[in-house]
Structure formats: structure tokens, C-alpha cells
């Protein structure tokens, strides 16, 4: 380097003791406005010694934790209320209570995330490793145990010689002039450098490239496609599993549904059935309600809703019902046999067990029961 | 390497770099402390540090060969499963997390009391909150099962046309530990950039790796420069992020012990979880800082650095938070007794006396009783005992978290849908390996960063300050850093 590329860039002076600094940064505010003070660490009263106000940057922090908070309320309201509006344990769909975490979580992070970014690249100017001050002794020693003036050549009112005066008489140890390269200077961060392009352009390729292959290939290979094509046991499959070939375990014999009983007797015991069972119901009104609701949706139809053989039914679809008033319906079959038609079929009626439980069943029949003497009262009920 | 031998080329004859720190001195200088922080990054390892770096990298392979064996077979290798979904992995989770804590609440609420001597031991604190953060995040992201699709749990907008649930405990979760982490991160990278800079200034040899030393530590420092107009925002805010900090620290793990208390299970809803948790996080958390200075303090003969004063300190916060804990757990049993609560009294009894009895109390004996020796100022003072405590008060909080989380989802409401649970390999895989990490962390950062904060401890030391301001509030000497004595 020679010295034709050099120019002064300040006239700094090192001080031992912290009492000293204060008083030179005193003095230097009452003659000039470009300097600055270098502690190895943050030195109270410096601020006013050097004529600094307090740091504003709490009101930042306030400033961009609240409007970040605040937008972040109102993209949860827009969301709950416009774009995806659900029911969720029963809370209204704007539960102001159930967004507090959030919000202030969001606002925390945007406070303290937005105030040191701030601090950094826009109060400090950083990152800048180029200042003129970077890599000089009065740095080191400035980083280390002593406390610096820095009087920048830039203030209109710098005179080399009055500035070292002034420090002398301030009682700096050393003074040490700070020069730079013009062209060094010159050197910043620049949009257009072909290097930060290419780095640009590497990063976007990267980024860009690695989150295609992440979303849209990645995920269709395995073992990141395991949760579509992991082996499991379809029903009725006769692959795998277990001896018998089948993926469905056969229940043990005698295994019961629950809530399930099978019939004591069988199809053909129709004699038995009507001989031994009897109706376990009581004659109640809620049985009869129940009788009637199950009769007239799935017996009317053919049955008729008086159980006359009468049933909606056109005549020549054949499945007309017999009438239930008949002697031998009426008179000469017990409860039991009624529900063996009703459980078994009997001609062309199939069985109900799928559709009527037993209990329904019996309320049909005392139901029946009912329909029969309404047409064919007995003395007693004439009254 | 030649790292800051002669750098001085002031024509004053000040003391220049190569003179041996004179760490004992009744009244350290400025460059003593510069020295006595910068040296061991400027110096080869010991013997002792690669002896335990060794031992945690095996650790951390451990892990790794876990998370890989659960990464291509999936979650099923776990023990988990109905009733006991989530064991291990949560277990770990808020173990991890709870340890954080101690570092958040050393650095920031400790600063905001101007506790002089949280400045040693705060930085170290700072980045094991962030390590156990990061050991902690693991554990529920690969416990989602889809690991390599974390941006589902952000509100994004996507194609499914489905949003988050955000009245969910685990959204939450997701804002707090992120929030937590990103925070504390900055909190720490502001702290460290001055002490970037000192280290960039004493790095002036001319070889290869100094140039490359010098580099990184250029671009981490930003091109600090110590000015005072820098300072000035710098120092306010720092004391930003500590008010910051402190309620974030408070509301991280409130929000984790949502994830229990906003359900339903007997034994996990209860509204004494969130300062029962947070109590519990500060307790491990500073049971963990103790076991570690106490290792780091004698692999790198940091004893000058981090005095007996400030270890017996903590060890009175760890018995403090430890008869906290200690009540809370006498509390949930009296609650479960005067709700009248079949269920919530069933739940009780059974995690004393029932299957799971001996990890109750272990959990008693580890978080209750043991720290009540530290009543006793001897047993404060020693290092052997408070290692010792420290350890099991570790082991005691991460039973807290598996007798919680364990007993109540193995037996709740209805009899029939009862369980066990029985850890496998790979649980314990990832349980011994989460330490591999955190110890392989910590011991690159303290051979490799400022483990103390340079500039903090020189702005608290004996005449750092000038009071003719206020004479009333005279630093406490006895509180700095250095060699914590009167001076």
C-alpha cells in the first residue's frame, strides 16, 4: 500500500482508566459531532458524556410485537370465521380465550426476532467487516482493556493537529492516526458483484430444486410412502397371517355377538315354539306403542293395517297377506307360534329376525293381539 | 497456530499478550479476563476433553443409529402404543424442554434482578437451553411419524384446504417451543457478537488456520466495532430480550403442560400443572447446569471461573424449586382426595401403590428428598454431594414426567381398556443418545466459544464503572466473576 491511496479516516486516542474516557468524551461533544467512543464494554454515563439520548428501541419492540400480533389475530379470525369455520370442543368459532398462547407467543417472537434485526443490520449497519477502524491496533486494544476517541477526519471542524492536541491534554496513552484505502472503501456489499449473483442463483436452484423433490418425489418413494402401502389384513383376504390362510381370525366356537341370543328353537320346530314359549312382555302401553310402530312399517304392507289381509300391495303381485283374523290365527295359535312365523317365515313371508329384535317381535304380537280382539270383542269389553 | 502472541505494537509498554494470566490476582485487569476466557479457545484441547468427547460422540452415534432405525421402519419400533400412545417421546420431549428453562432463567429473569453473579455461568446456561431445546424437538417431531413433513403443523395455505386447529394444546406447543427456540437463540447470538469481536481482534497470526479462524469469527462478530453509539441500542436491547424471555420462559412451559392439562384423563386435568410444571422445569434445569459445571469445571480447570459461591447459589434455587415440586406433588393428592373424584382417587392411589409404584417413588425420593440436603451449607459447598444430588434430581424429573404420563394413559376411565407399557431398545437408544447429543454440543461450544461472556464480566468487575453518579449503589465486588472473593 502506498500512501497516495491512503487518507486520514480519523485521530483516535487510547485511555487506561474509564473516569478518563467519560471526560474525553465530554470534551470532544463541545467541539465536534463525528466521533465516537470504543469501550470493551458498555460504559455507564458514556451515553450522556457523548450527548446520546436514551435508545428507543423498546418502542420497536412494542411497535412491531403488537401489529404482528394483531395481524396474526386477525388471520386466526379470518380463518375460523370466513375460510375454515368449525365447531371445535364446542367453543364458538371465534375463542378469543383459546388464541391467547398463540398471540403471545407470536408476539414475543416477532418482538424480540424484529428488534435485534433491526439493531443489527439497520441501527449497527452491520454486517460490515471493511470499516476502517477493523484490523487496527487501536481495535484491539479498544476490544481488549482500553477505552477509545475516535475523532473522525470527516467533522468540518477537524484539524489534525488540534485534534492530538486535545487528546493529549486529555491524557491519552497513545494516539494513533487511522487511515484508509479509498478504493477499500469502495468495496461494499453490491447487488450487481458476480459472486453474490451466482451465490443468489445457486441458492434459489437449491432451494427451489430440493423443495420440488421434497413435495412432489420424495414422498411417493419409499420409506416415505410407507403409510399408503404398509401391509395390513383386508377382510375375506386369503393370503397371510395365519395357518388357515385367512387374515381374520375365526371367532372361537360358541361366540356370541354382543346382545345377542339364538333362538331356543329351530325352524322346524314349529310345535315346540308355540307350545313352550309365551310372550315375556307385559301389556303395556309403551309395548303397545312399540308393536304398533314395528306392525305398521313392516307388516302393514301386506297385512294391512287391521290385519285384515288387505295389505297396499297391487292384487296380482301375489303377496297379499292372509288376514290374522282367521280361527286358526285368532284362536288356535299361541303367542309362540305367531313368533315362530315371525322369526322363521312360513310360505311365502320370510323370517324378520334381521329386521325385529325379540322383544320387538313380541310387541308385535301383542299388538296382534289387539288388532283381533278389536274386530271380535268379547262381552266383557262392550261395555 | 499462532493465535495473539505479539500483537501489540504500541509504543507504551503495557503488558503485552504472551504473559501468562494472573487469574489469582486480588484485582484482575481488563486483559486478564480477556485472556483467561480466550485461552482455552486459542489452545489445544486437553487430554480430558477429548476423553469426554469421545465417550459423548459414542453417545450421540447411539442416537443417531436410533432415529435412523425409526426413521425408515417408523414409529412402531417404539413401545408406545394404545392405551400408552405417548411415552418415551413426550417423556423425553418435556424432560428436555424443563432443562432448557434453567439457561433461559439464569440468563434473562436473573438479569432482570441484577444478580451479579448469574454473569459466569449465564452464557454456558444460555446454550444448554438451546442444546436441550434442540435434543428436545426431536423427539415430538419423529413422534408425528412423518418427520420429513414438519410444515403441516404451520398454518400454510394448501391445496387440502385445511387450517390448523388453533384451539388445539399441540398447536400451541408448536408456536411456544419454535418461538422458545428462535428467542433464545437471538438472545444468545447477541450476547456472543462483542465477544466475536475480542476474539477476532486477538486472532492476528499469519498461517492458514488463524486466516480461516479470523474469517469465521469476522462474519459471526458482523464487524462489531465497540462503539458506543452501538452499545447504547445494544445494551437496552439486551435488557428487551430479557423482559421478553421471562414470561416467554414461564408461558413455554405452562403451554407444554397444556398438552395434559387441557385434556381429559384423570391425573393429567388439573389446574395445578402450569406453575407445578414450570416449578419442575427450573428444578431440572438448574440440577442439570450444576452436573455440567461440575464436569466442565474440571475438564477445563475453569475453577477461578465459576467459584463455589455461585454453585452453592443454584444448589439453593434446586432447593427451592425441589420443596415446590414436593408440595405439588403432596397438593395433587389432597386435590384428588377433596374432589371427591372416584376416578381422580383411583388414579392416585395407583401411581403410589400400584404397577407402576416404583417409578413414583423413585420420582419422591429423587426430586423430594434428596435436595433436602442441601439445607446444610457443608453439603451445598461440596462438590462430590451436589454432583451427586444433581444427578439424581435429574433422574427424579424425568420419572416425574414418566409416572405422569405413563400411569394415567395405562389405566383411566373404563377397566377394560387398561394397558402397559413396556419400553423397547430403540426407546432406550434415544433416550441414552439424546444425552450423546446434548454432552457432544455443549463440550464443541466450550472448547470452541466464549464460554464466558467476556464483555459482561468486565462491565460488572470492581472500578468497571464509574460512580460518582450514584454512590449509593456501589458494585458488589464480592459477586464478580473472577475468582468470586473479596477484593
Not at chain 1, 76 to 83: C, G, H, Y
Request: proline share 6%.
Amino acid at each position: 500500500m502506498s500512501a497516495q491511496e491512503q487518507k486520514l479516516y480519523a485521530l483516535t486516542g487510547l485511555f487506561e482508566k474509564p473516569e478518563e474516557i467519560l471526560h474525553a468524551a465530554d470534551t470532544a461533544r463541545k467541539r465536534y459531532r463525528k466521533f465516537d467512543a470504543h469501550t470493551p464494554y458498555p460504559l455507564h454515563g458514556l451515553d450522556d458524556a457523548m450527548g446520546l439520548g436514551e435508545s428507543g428501541m423498546g418502542w420497536l419492540t412494542l411497535i412491531i410485537g403488537t401489529t404482528c400480533m394483531l395481524l396474526m389475530l386477525s388471520f386466526i379470525a379470518w380463518v375460523s370465521l370466513v375460510d375454515y369455520p368449525n365447531v371445535w370442543a364446542g367453543k364458538p368459532y371465534f375463542s378469543l380465550p383459546g388464541y391467547i398462547p398463540i398471540l403471545f407467543e407470536v408476539l414475543v417472537l416477532t418482538g424480540a426476532v424484529g428488534t435485534v434485526l433491526i439493531l443489527f443490520l439497520i441501527v449497527s449497519g452491520f454486517p460490515r467487516n471493511n470499516h476502517p477502524l477493523h484490523d487496527t491496533a487501536y481495535m484491539q486494544r479498544t476490544s481488549d482493556d482500553m477505552f477509545g476517541l475516535c475523532i473522525e477526519a470527516a467533522d468540518e471542524r477537524f484539524e489534525e493537529v488540534s485534534a492530538r492536541e486535545m487528546l493529549e491534554n486529555l491524557g491519552a496513552k497513545t494516539i494513533i492516526p487511522v487511515y484508509y484505502d479509498v478504493k477499500e472503501a469502495r468495496s461494499g456489499l453490491s447487488l450487481a458483484n458476480p459472486l453474490f449473483l451466482g451465490f443468489a442463483v445457486v441458492v434459489a436452484i437449491t432451494v427451489s430444486g430440493a423443495g420440488y423433490f421434497g413435495l412432489n418425489r420424495m414422498v411417493f418413494m419409499p420409506p416415505f410412502n410407507w403409510m399408503s402401502v404398509q401391509p395390513r389384513a383386508v377382510a375375506q383376504e386369503t393370503k397371510m397371517v395365519f395357518k388357515d390362510q385367512r387374515s381374520m381370525q375365526q371367532p372361537v366356537d360358541y361366540t356370541i355377538p354382543r346382545g345377542y341370543l339364538p333362538e331356543t328353537f329351530g325352524k322346524d320346530q314349529a310345535d315346540e315354539m308355540g307350545k313352550y314359549l309365551v310372550n315375556p312382555l307385559p301389556q303395556s302401553q309403551e309395548i303397545f306403542e312399540l308393536g304398533k310402530e314395528k306392525y305398521e312399517s313392516r307388516c302393514s304392507v301386506c297385512h294391512g293395517y287391521y290385519a285384515q289381509g288387505d295389505g297396499r300391495l297391487p292384487a296380482d303381485v301375489g303377496l297379499n297377506g292372509l288376514s290374522l283374523h282367521s280361527p286358526k290365527v285368532a284362536e288356535q295359535w299361541t303367542d309362540g307360534r305367531i313368533y315362530h312365523v315371525m322369526t322363521y317365515g312360513q310360505n311365502l313371508m320370510p323370517g324378520y329376525a334381521k329386521q325385529l329384535t325379540r322383544d320387538e317381535r313380541w310387541a308385535v304380537i301383542h299388538y296382534i293381539r289387539a288388532l283381533q280382539r278389536s274386530l271380535n270383542p268379547k262381552e266383557s269389553d262392550m261395555q | 497456530m499462532q493465535v495473539a502472541k505479539k500483537p501489540n505494537t504500541l509504543p507504551d509498554g503495557h503488558p503485552d499478550f504472551s504473559v501468562q494470566p494472573s487469574v489469582v490476582l486480588k484485582q484482575p485487569t481488563l486483559h486478564d479476563i480477556t485472556e483467561v476466557i480466550s485461552r482455552p479457545i486459542e489452545t489445544k484441547a486437553t487430554l480430558k476433553w477429548y476423553i469426554a468427547f469421545a465417550f459423548s460422540v459414542a453417545l450421540l452415534m447411539v442416537e443417531l443409529v436410533g432415529w435412523g432405525i425409526s426413521f425408515y421402519y417408523g414409529t412402531g419400533m417404539w413401545g408406545n402404543n394404545v392405551p400408552v400412545a405417548w411415552a418415551f417421546p413426550i417423556v423425553n420431549f418435556v424432560f428436555w424442554i424443563g432443562i432448557g428453562h434453567a439457561g433461559t432463567l439464569i440468563s434473562a429473569i436473573l438479569f432482570l434482578f441484577r444478580q451479579k453473579w448469574r454473569n459466569g455461568i449465564a452464557r454456558f446456561a444460555e446454550a444448554m437451553t438451546i442444546f436441550a431445546v434442540m435434543c428436545a424437538g426431536l423427539f415430538p417431531l419423529f413422534h408425528t411419524g412423518r418427520p420429513f413433513l414438519p410444515l403441516y403443523l404451520m398454518p400454510y395455505p394448501n391445496k387440502h384446504a385445511v387450517w390448523v386447529n388453533f384451539l388445539s394444546p399441540l398447536v400451541w406447543d408448536v408456536f411456544a417451543v419454535s418461538t422458545y427456540f428462535t428467542v433464545s437463540l437471538f438472545f444468545w447470538y447477541t450476547g456472543l457478537i462483542p465477544d466475536f469481536a475480542t476474539l477476532r481482534d486477538r486472532t492476528l497470526g499469519k498461517d492458514m488456520v488463524s486466516k480461516i479462524r479470523k474469517t469465521i469469527y469476522s462474519v459471526l462478530s458482523l464487524g462489531w466495532r465497540f462503539s458506543n453509539r452501538h452499545w447504547r441500542h445494544y445494551e437496552r436491547v439486551y435488557l428487551i430480550l430479557a423482559g421478553l424471555s421471562t414470561p416467554l420462559v414461564l408461558s413455554v412451559h405452562t403451554i407444554v403442560s397444556f398438552d395434559f392439562a387441557v385434556s381429559g384423563l384423570p391425573g393429567w386435568h388439573t389446574t395445578i400443572f402450569p406453575p407445578y410444571f414450570v416449578a419442575g422445569a427450573i428444578f431440572s434445569g438448574f440440577a442439570m447446569v450444576v452436573t455440567m459445571l461440575v464436569f466442565i469445571r474440571y475438564i477445563f480447570d475453569m475453577q477461578h471461573l465459576i467459584p463455589i459461591d455461585t454453585l452453592e447459589k443454584m444448589n439453593k434455587i434446586i432447593l427451592l424449586t425441589g420443596t415446590l415440586v414436593g408440595y405439588a406433588y403432596g397438593m395433587e393428592f389432597f386435590i384428588a382426595w377433596y374432589s371427591g373424584n372416584l376416578i381422580e382417587q383411583f388414579t392416585f392411589i395407583n401411581r403410589a401403590f400400584g404397577p407402576y409404584a416404583f417409578a413414583y417413588w423413585v420420582m419422591i425420593s429423587c426430586n423430594v428428598i434428596s435436595p433436602q440436603m442441601f439445607w446444610f451449607r457443608k453439603l451445598r459447598r461440596s462438590v462430590p454431594i451436589m454432583f451427586v444430588i444433581s444427578i439424581f434430581v435429574n433422574i427424579g424429573m424425568w420419572f416425574e414426567r414418566y409416572v405422569i404420563t405413563v400411569t394415567s394413559l395405562a389405566r383411566d376411565f373404563l377397566p377394560s381398556s387398561w394397558g402397559w407399557y413396556n419400553p423397547t431398545l430403540v426407546d432406550f437408544m434415544l433416550l441414552l443418545g439424546s444425552f450423546g447429543m446434548f454432552f457432544t454440543l455443549t463440550l464443541l461450544f466450550v472448547k470452541f466459544m466464549p464460554v464466558v461472556s467476556i464483555a459482561e464480566v468486565k462491565s460488572v468487575m470492581d472500578g468497571a464503572q464509574v460512580h460518582h453518579h450514584h454512590e449509593e449503589d456501589p458494585v458488589d465486588t464480592e459477586a464478580t466473576i473472577i475468582g468470586g472473593q473479596p477484593a
